[in-house]
Structure formats: structure tokens, C-alpha cells
């Protein structure tokens, strides 16, 4: 496992898809930290939670751009014929997820980390010129739950890239289900007084991972259900890679 984790990691610094979503990261934790900050009144400035709030609130987007990661870390493979000089490095096709998913869990990992280097920065900066107190136990508490969440979400996208196959398939499919069908499908299932179904579906679990506080579903349930939605997914992409011919 060793080698071809290696092997992944050397592909994702290579890919310029990668830097570009290095940047975005990059300017979402500084919209975030601004947004937060510069919208905050003076007494809410003081209050601890807001640097928890700060983080928390950078962790969905670091979600969804980790999902698209872990996307393409599959689908780059099928789209340029890769695939097979890849598959006779690694000629067991489980492996092969296993080894996407570690390395799409990865890449959430450092989408997170980066932003938050920037958050810190600029809201030590921001806050000390404010003299308003720093609070690091609440905002590494809101690290760890959002740094869970992100490597949750690279290996769901990089699940669902080995399932699909096709990058344009599995990048649309994936954004219109998070922003239009299952937002439907939550006033569908509202509607028949089915509320609590829509809170384990995969974006609302993904939310409920990220920030489960004023929701109605614990946090650990959440978790699981997203966790669920992951297995689901790698072992579609398991049978999918298994049965695809490559030649």
C-alpha cells in the first residue's frame, strides 16, 4: 500500500486541478474569516464561540471541494487512459479503490489544513487589532470536528468516482444531487411528515458532521449515516472496478 499511495500523492501534486483547488480553499477561509468577523457586532466579537463558528463555517465548503477532489483522483484516470498502466502497477482492483480512498481522505485533510492556516492568520491579526481575546480551545475543537468531516468527504468523492467512472457524470451528478434533488427531496419527505428521513441523507449527513448543533440528530448519528453513504459507495465502485474492462 505503501508505493502506490506514494504513487497517488505524486499524481495529486502534479495535477493542476489541484493548485486550483488550493486556491479556492485559500479564498473561501478568507471570505469566511472576513464574512465572520467584519459581520460580527462587538459584543459577539468577544464571545468565544465565534472563533468556533469561523472554522465550522469553512469546513462545509472544504466538504463539497473535497468531494470534487476525490472525484477526479478516480475519473482522471478513465478520462486520460490511465488506467491501465495504473491497474499493472496495482493489479488488484480493490486495492486500487482502497488506495483512492486513502489518498482522496488525504487531499481532504490538506484542503482543511490550508484553510485554516489562512483563517488563523487572519483572524489573529484581525481579532488582536480589535483586542479581542483569542480562544485556540475553541477553535482546535472546531479543527477536529471540521478535519473529521473533510477527510469523510475526500473519501466519499473519491467512493464515488470509482462507482461512476465518468468525470463529467460523477461531478454533475454529484453537484445537482447535493444543491438541487436532495434539497427537493427534503420538502418532498417534509411534506409527508417524513422530516427525519431527510436528515440521513448524504448532504444533510455531511452537515449534521460538520455542525450538529440546533439540529435534531445527534452528532454520532450523522456520522454514522455519512459513513454509511461511504460504504455504499466503495462497494459500488468495488464491483464497478472489478467488472470494467480496461483493454
Known amino acids: 500500500m505503501t508505493r502506490p499511495f506514494a504513487a497517488e500523492l505524486l499524481k495529486l501534486r502534479t495535477l493542476r486541478s489541484t493548485w486550483g483547488f488550493g486556491f479556492v480553499a485559500l ?97 489573529v491579526v484581525w481579532l488582536g487589532i480589535l483586542d479581542v481575546p483569542l480562544a485556540p480551545g475553541e477553535a482546535a475543537d472546531g479543527l477536529g470536528r471540521a478535519l473529521f468531516a473533510v477527510v469523510l468527504a475526500g473519501t466519499f468523492g473519491a467512493a464515488i468516482g470509482a462507482a461512476v467512472h465518468s468525470q463529467v457524470g460523477a461531478l454533475v451528478g454529484t453537484l445537482v444531487w447535493m444543491f438541487v434533488l436532495e434539497p427537493l427531496c427534503w420538502v418532498l419527505l417534509g411534506l409527508l411528515d417524513l422530516d427525519r428521513i431527510a436528515d440521513y441523507l448524504p448532504a444533510a449527513s455531511l452537515g449534521g458532521l460538520v455542525d450538529s448543533e440546533g439540529g435534531d440528530v445527534p452528532w454520532l448519528a450523522s456520522a454514522g449515516a455519512f459513513l454509511g453513504w461511504i460504504t455504499v459507495a466503495t462497494v459500488l465502485g468495488v464491483l464497478r472496478t472489478r467488472r470494467r474492462d480496461i483493454t
Open 27 to 123: 479564498a473561501f477561509g478568507a471570505l469566511v474569516t472576513a464574512g465572520n468577523i467584519g459581520g460580527a457586532t462587538e459584543s459577539d466579537r468577544l464571545d468565544p464561540e465565534l472563533q468556533l463558528r469561523i472554522v465550522l463555517d469553512a469546513a462545509f465548503p472544504a466538504s463539497i471541494l473535497a468531494i470534487l477532489i476525490g472525484v477526479i483522483l478516480v475519473t482522471n484516470e478513465f478520462r486520460h487512459g490511465t488506467i491501465a498502466r495504473t491497474l499493472l502497477a496495482t493489479p488488484r482492483r480493490g486495492r486500487f479503490v482502497a488506495v483512492k480512498l486513502l489518498t482522496g481522505g488525504f487531499a481532504g485533510a490538506a484542503l482543511i489544513v490550508l484553510m485554516f492556516v489562512v483563517i488563523a492568520v487572519t483572524a
